[in-house]
């Protein structure tokens, strides 16, 4: 997997648009970035993945750079159950011997 | 339709002593995966089954032992509890289809004093 690189912290307004960036300058042409969050002592949540085009669901959109060395999860209307920490993976979607790589990640807090 | 779940949700053991914790999932997936997370750190894969019957060893596997006898049921096995095994145990469980993606289960938060 490639190596990532996150802010370890953010703060957000709540109700506003939460920004977060993730740096993945080795990506691979054929690995796609996922989001993953985990809410205090729960499990780990997907949010959303992408390869190159931006991508929008209920939870979030991504932004991935026209060179995909970086990317951005956008949370629109921040809530403060979106206090979490936010992991940004890449991976190659070939099958077999497959794991999720988390690093630290980046601990967003909503301020009410 | 629970998702994954895991038992217990909280352990306390003693040095040198046994247990097994379960992970059951109910969307018929035939990957699932241990992981162990550790404080300021990200997830470890312990061990991994691709299947019924099949288990294969992740990047932390030692001290522990896991079993896949059937496809809804992943058991992890601490034989002999240390110390350095104190940690937070979490399971996942996913399709082996595209995105792939990894539904996990609430943990299980083991101490072993």
């Known amino acids: 997997d490639a190596k990532t690189t996150q802010p370890p912290s953010m703060d957000c307004a709540e109700g506003r648009a939460a920004n977060l960036p993730c740096n993945h300058s080795?990506?691979?042409?054929?690995?796609?970035v996922y989001w993953y969050r985990q809410i205090h002592s729960q499990g780990p949540q997907y949010i959303i993945h992408?390869?190159?085009n931006n991508e929008t669901n209920e939870m979030a959109s991504l932004i991935i750079t026209e060179d995909r060395k970086s990317s951005t999860l956008i949370l629109p209307h921040a809530t403060l159950r979106d206090t979490a920490v936010y992991y940004c993976?890449?991976?190659?979607?070939?099958?077999?011997?497959?794991?999720?790589?988390f690093g630290t990640g980046t601990r967003l807090t909503i301020i009410p | 339709n629970a998702g994954v779940t895991q038992t217990p949700k909280f352990r306390v053991l003693k040095t040198g002593q046994s247990m097994t914790l379960l992970c059951a999932q109910d969307?018929?997936?035939?990957?699932m995966y241990w992981y162990r997370q550790d404080p300021g750190m990200g997830l470890r894969l312990i061990h991994y089954?691709?299947?019924?019957?099949?288990?294969a060893k992740g990047e932390v596997p030692d001290g522990y032992n896991v079993s896949r006898l059937k496809k809804q049921n992943f058991l992890l096995g601490l034989e002999s509890a240390a110390p350095s095994q104190t940690s937070v145990y979490f399971c996942?469980?996913?399709?082996?289809?595209?995105?792939?993606?990894?539904?996990f289960g609430p943990g299980t938060r083991l101490t072993v004093t």
């Open positions: 993976i890449v991976r190659a979607p070939n099958f077999g011997n497959e794991k999720l790589t």
């Open positions: 080795t990506i691979s042409g054929n690995e796609y």
């Open positions: 992408g390869l190159k």
């Open positions: 969307m018929n997936h035939e990957y």
């Open positions: 089954s691709v299947g019924e019957g099949t288990t």
């Open positions: 996942a469980s996913f399709e082996a289809s595209w995105p792939y993606e990894q539904y």
